[in-house]
């Protein structure tokens, strides 16, 4: 069956600019994550969502970062006014429930100019 | 909170050779433990995760980790390297939140080079 997917899978913007970064995570999975890899501060949790709710936030960064997940599907990770230090990849992993293994997609690489 | 701590950010064996991957871990509770294995311009593969079953743990591509309490260790061991191992290895916990979900916590990894 069909993985984890993110698109876009890379994306240059420029810095004040929104983005948009999508998951699509294994059918069936409930539980799904957003994770940031970056060279300061290695791979980091952002998010959690059970279904459609999301009830740890804690990773998130600051009030420019935030996320949705509709249908207790796909998810897309926003975030607003970019800086340079958002650049970094986003992997985004699911789990057929909280617990279980967490299966990763390959990540979109910004590069926030 | 959990950590874990990966020693070494490069390491180098040569083809055929054995790879040990080094990790320790840092928990209040009994941890759930993990290896990912992450390839050039791709996510994160599961190499093997131990759950509190039997302390030596046999994952893909001929991986073992073996779970030593007493030394709060948890290392990724190979016995002979194969070009193809070239990558970079992720050491993770998993923690249950305040909010009942697992989390996992990384190392900062280790780059692993197969020298022909």
């Known amino acids: 069956g069909a993985g984890v997917s993110q698109s876009p899978s890379n994306k240059v913007t420029e810095k004040g600019k929104d983005v948009e970064l999508r998951c699509d995570p294994i059918s069936g999975h409930t539980a799904l994550y957003w994770y940031r890899q970056s060279l300061g501060q290695g791979l980091e949790f952002l998010i959690y969502?059970?279904?459609?709710?999301?009830?740890?936030k804690s990773g998130l960064p600051s009030d420019r970062f935030s996320a949705e997940r509709t249908g207790g599907s796909v998810s897309t990770l926003t975030i607003q006014r970019t800086q340079q230090e958002d650049s970094a990849v986003y992997l985004c992993?699911?789990?057929?429930?909280?617990?279980?293994?967490?299966?990763f997609g390959p990540g979109t690489r910004l590069l926030v100019l | 909170a959990q950590s874990v701590t990966q020693l070494g950010s490069h390491v180098s064996v040569s083809e055929g050779a054995l790879v040990l991957l080094r990790c320790n871990y840092s928990?209040?509770?009994?941890?759930?433990l993990f290896w990912y294995v992450q390839y050039p311009n791709q996510g994160l593969q599961l190499l093997l995760k131990?759950?509190?079953?039997?302390?030596l743990v046999k994952g893909i591509n001929g991986f073992e980790a073996e779970f030593k309490k007493s030394e709060t260790s948890f290392h990724l061991t190979k016995p002979s390297a194969h070009m193809s191992d070239a990558a970079e290895y992720f050491c993770a916990v998993s923690e249950t939140t305040n909010f009942g979900n697992e989390k996992l916590t990384f190392g900062t990894g280790t780059r692993l080079t197969i020298i022909p």
């Open positions: 969502f059970q279904g459609n709710s999301a009830p740890d």
């Open positions: 992993a699911s789990s057929l429930e909280t617990g279980e293994t967490q299966y």
């Open positions: 131990y759950t509190s079953a039997a302390t």
């Open positions: 928990s209040s509770v009994p941890p759930y």
